[in-house]
T-cell receptor
Framework: EADIYQTPRYLVIGTGKKITLECSQTMGHDKMYWYQQDPGMELHLIHYSYGVNSTEKGDLSSESTVSRIRTEHFPLTLESARPSHTSQYLC????????????FGPGTRLTVL | GQNIDQPTEMTATEGAIVQINCTYQTSGFNGLFWYQQHAGEAPTFLSYNVLDGLEEKGRFSSFLSRSKGYSYLLLKELQMKDSASYLCAVMDSNYQLIWGAGTKLIIKP
């Protein structure tokens, strides 16, 4: 069973606020990922990391940033939240091989008013 | 473009068998994953296929045909707790996962 944590689980904020979504894993996995998922829709990759000091952009990265200073920690920051950011944000991690299974955290449900 | 197709919703009866299909068109292929996602929760891993054929794991089996760009997830002896969405995802030539929108499975008593 994967040990990957996300905080907060739920967040309601106003437009224009800066927010950081936290993600931590205790498995020593090299790779970490951020996905966005709307109800009934597919997951979209926002950012990913191969390891410490490595960050890469996915399909929906233009309005957010990430950092990977420690292996276990991969926070996602929205500099100025907008109603279009309202969604479920899922963090995942996997071991070092490219085809390794991704294990997901419980998600953060974000609502921007 | 890259595309994953699965039925939006399926209904089945408790104790029965159901097959959820997934067809894909992607730039390259490095394996196909099936995940289960209960409403409001995170996806959990079910299976991984990279070679043609059937992989059996308890009540769940997954089949792959790379030449047809086709996979299915077979669920036997359905239980009420199997009510969930089932996500098909293909790993492309860049080792990125391309996700389907999921199939919502409704189990009736």
């Amino acid at each position: 069973e994967a040990d990957i944590y996300q905080t907060p689980r739920y967040l309601v904020i106003g437009t224009g606020k800066k927010i950081t979504l936290e993600c931590s894993q205790t498995m020593g996995h090299d790779k970490m990922y951020w996905y966005q998922q709307d109800p009934g829709m597919e997951l979209h990759l926002i950012h990913y990391s191969y390891g410490v000091n490595s960050t890469e952009k996915g399909d929906l990265s233009s309005e957010s940033t990430v950092s990977r200073i420690r292996t276990e920690h991969f926070p996602l920051t929205l500099e100025s939240a907008r109603p279009s950011h309202t969604s479920q944000y899922l963090c995942a991690s996997s071991e070092y091989r490219d085809t390794d299974t991704q294990y997901f955290g419980p998600g953060t449900r974000l609502t921007v008013l | 473009g890259q595309n994953i197709d699965q039925p939006t919703e399926m209904t089945a009866t408790e104790g029965a068998i159901v097959q959820i299909n997934c067809t894909y068109q992607t730039s390259g292929f490095n394996g196909l994953f099936w995940y289960q996602q209960h409403a409001g929760e995170a996806p959990t891993f079910l299976s991984y296929n990279v070679l043609d054929g059937l992989e059996e794991k308890g009540r769940f089996s997954s089949f792959l045909s790379r030449s047809k760009g086709y996979s299915y997830l077979l669920l036997k002896e359905l239980q009420m707790k199997d009510s969930a969405s089932y996500l098909c995802a293909v790993m492309d030539s860049n080792y990125q996962l391309i996700w389907g929108a999921g199939t919502k499975l409704i189990i009736k008593p």
